[in-house]
């Protein structure tokens, strides 16, 4: 792969249904994407490594680290919850959402391994003041490089050689293109009020449910062209 699709859903490239798990054609845009200079002025120079298990689990090994893995930046929430926003959103609605986060601009990686307790992907999977939403996990990892407590505080300090890489917030979201997620004062831009984890990080009615698909296409949708434009400056 030299040039990545920014509107491919790479649920198409998965036999198990994760992407994350075994998409090649995902590792391949990630090792595309990453393999570059660090703010902190190393290269991370990236591998596509398969490891045994029943679909080829995917991941990335690189030169500067122990093993990345691919995560889905955004919920879309359908079918989960035991059902509870079944129905909240129109069929193309939901449908739309659910495209928008399996292009590449609704993918990251994360540190594959434990460190004594849940990885970074794992945590704000689990956590109920987080539920896997990506602007929330920003928002945590925003704190950590200015030291201030979050939810997800104590799982990102067990990393902190992995964001030392980057140096601060601001290289980590320039980094992964992530500049779209934050406004010129590199504030989150939450998908729904933000009340200092509070409170529930799930849409509470349909409105919201709908302001939080709106906003996270918006969120995707952006950071998908500024990668198609990345890609562009190569080729010049």
């Given at each position: 792969?030299?040039?990545?699709?920014?509107?491919?859903?790479?649920?198409?490239?998965?036999?198990?249904?994760?992407?994350?798990?075994?998409?090649?054609?995902?590792?391949?845009?990630?090792?595309?994407?990453?393999?570059?200079?660090?703010?902190?002025?190393?290269?991370?120079?990236?591998?596509?490594?398969?490891?045994?298990?029943?679909?080829?689990?995917?991941l990335i090994q690189n030169n500067l680290y122990a093993n990345f893995s691919s995560d889905r930046m955004?919920?879309?929430?359908?079918?989960?919850?035991?059902?509870?926003?079944?129905?909240?959103?129109?069929?193309?609605?939901?449908?739309?959402?659910?495209?928008?986060?399996?292009?590449?601009?609704?993918?990251?990686?994360?540190?594959?391994?434990?460190?004594?307790?849940?990885?970074?992907?794992?945590?704000?999977?689990?956590?109920?003041?987080?539920?896997?939403?990506?602007?929330?996990?920003?928002?945590?990892?925003?704190?950590?490089?200015?030291?201030?407590?979050?939810?997800?505080?104590?799982?990102?300090?067990?990393?902190?050689?992995?964001?030392?890489?980057?140096?601060?917030?601001?290289?980590?979201?320039?980094?992964?293109?992530?500049?779209?997620?934050?406004?010129?004062?590199?504030?989150?831009?939450?998908?729904?009020?933000?009340?200092?984890?509070?409170?529930?990080?799930?849409?509470?009615?349909?409105?919201?449910?709908?302001?939080?698909?709106?906003?996270?296409?918006?969120?995707?949708?952006?950071?998908?062209?500024?990668?198609?434009?990345?890609?562009?400056?190569?080729?010049?």
């Amino acid at each position: 792969m030299n040039k990545i699709d920014i509107d491919f859903d790479f649920r198409k490239d998965s036999e198990c249904g994760d992407p994350d798990v075994d998409s090649q054609k995902l590792y391949e845009a990630h090792k595309l994407l990453w393999n570059k200079a660090l703010p902190c002025g190393k290269i991370l120079d990236l591998e596509i490594l398969a490891s045994n298990g029943k679909y080829g689990r995917l991941l990335i090994q690189n030169n500067l680290y122990a093993n990345f893995s691919s995560d889905r930046m955004c919920p879309h929430f359908d079918g989960k919850y035991n059902g509870k926003f079944d129905g909240w959103l129109s069929q193309p609605d939901i449908e739309e959402l659910k495209h928008k986060v399996r292009t590449i601009g609704g993918h990251i990686i994360f540190p594959a391994h434990k460190k004594n307790d849940f990885t970074i992907n794992q945590a704000r999977g689990i956590n109920r003041t987080i539920c896997d939403r990506f602007d929330l996990t920003l928002e945590c990892i925003r704190r950590f490089y200015v030291q201030e407590y979050s939810p997800l505080y104590n799982t990102l300090t067990r990393y902190n050689d992995f964001f030392d890489l980057f140096i601060d917030f601001s290289g980590y979201v320039d980094f992964f293109m992530l500049q779209d997620f934050v406004n010129r004062k590199g504030q989150i831009k939450f998908s729904l009020l933000f009340d200092n984890f509070n409170r529930t990080p799930l849409p509470q009615t349909v409105d919201e449910y709908n302001q939080y698909r709106t906003h996270t296409v918006e969120l995707i949708d952006s950071r998908n062209k500024r990668i198609f434009d990345s890609q562009q400056s190569y080729m010049v």
